[in-house]
Structures are given as structure tokens and as C-alpha cells.
């Protein structure tokens, strides 16, 4: 999948698989329940951070003016909004992996 960043500062896009597979879905969640136990006086730098390591691994391309090919969490701009969006992206890649399709009228179901 492809996701357009909305940042001026970081215009481009990144690229990941079509979906997410099993160990980068148990590995998110991991991620997801570490950030949920930040106190909320951190701030959510510390909340995205947690999720960093597993977003940028969840990457097969990065497309985003200033950024190296490789992408690390050493190297990534401190940039709240570009972390956000990033974050906020591979979110929709777990979102989009686990929902229902749309069944077709006419068409088998997996009910049926």
C-alpha cells in the first residue's frame, strides 16, 4: 500500500505491504499496548515513540524528501507531525489487513 504524506516539510510517500502479516501484527500490538501504558504527563512524543521501531519496520519503501533509503529510529527527523502521520498510516495498514470486505450481492459469502 501506498500512503501520501500531507506534510509540506516532508512531501513524498511510503510503501508497505498489501497487507500486514501475523508476526508484524502481533509485534504492532505489542507496540500499541507498551505506548498505552505511558502517563498521559509524558506527552505523546513518548506515546509514538514506543510505536516507532514496529512502524518503520512495517516499511519496504521510504519516498519522503530529506529521508535516507534507510530509515532507523536513530536517523528519523524529530518530527511530531511526521512521526504522527507515520504511526497514523500503519494503523490504517492494520485497520485495512483486519477488516470485512464488502460482500458482493450476488456472490458467495464466507457465511454461506
Given amino acids: 500500500?501506498?500512503?501520501?504524506?500531507?506534510?509540506?516539510?516532508?512531501?513524498?510517500?511510503?510503501?508497505?505491504g498489501e497487507y500486514m502479516d501475523f508476526a508484524y501484527l502481533l509485534k504492532w500490538?505489542?507496540?500499541?499496548?507498551?505506548?498505552?501504558?505511558i502517563d498521559k504527563k509524558d506527552?505523546?512524543?513518548?506515546?509514538y515513540a514506543k510505536l516507532l521501531p514496529t512502524a518503520i519496520d512495517c516499511v519496504t519503501e521510504w519516498h519522503i524528501g530529506g529521508l535516507p533509503d534507510k530509515?532507523?529510529?536513530?536517523n528519523f527527523p524529530a518530527s511530531a507531525r511526521l512521526l504522527a502521520w507515520l504511526c497514523e498510516s500503519i494503523t490504517k495498514l492494520y485497520?485495512?489487513?483486519?477488516?470485512?470486505?464488502t460482500p458482493k450481492e450476488d456472490g458467495p459469502s464466507l457465511t454461506s
Fill in 43 to 47: 506527552g505523546i512524543n513518548e506515546f
Fill in 29 to 37: 500490538e505489542a507496540a500499541l499496548d507498551e505506548a498505552q501504558k
Fill in 71 to 74: 530509515v532507523t529510529p536513530t
Fill in 95 to 101: 485497520e485495512t489487513t483486519n477488516e470485512e470486505p
Fill in 1 to 16: 500500500m501506498e500512503f501520501v504524506s500531507p506534510l509540506k516539510r516532508w512531501p513524498g510517500k511510503i510503501v508497505t
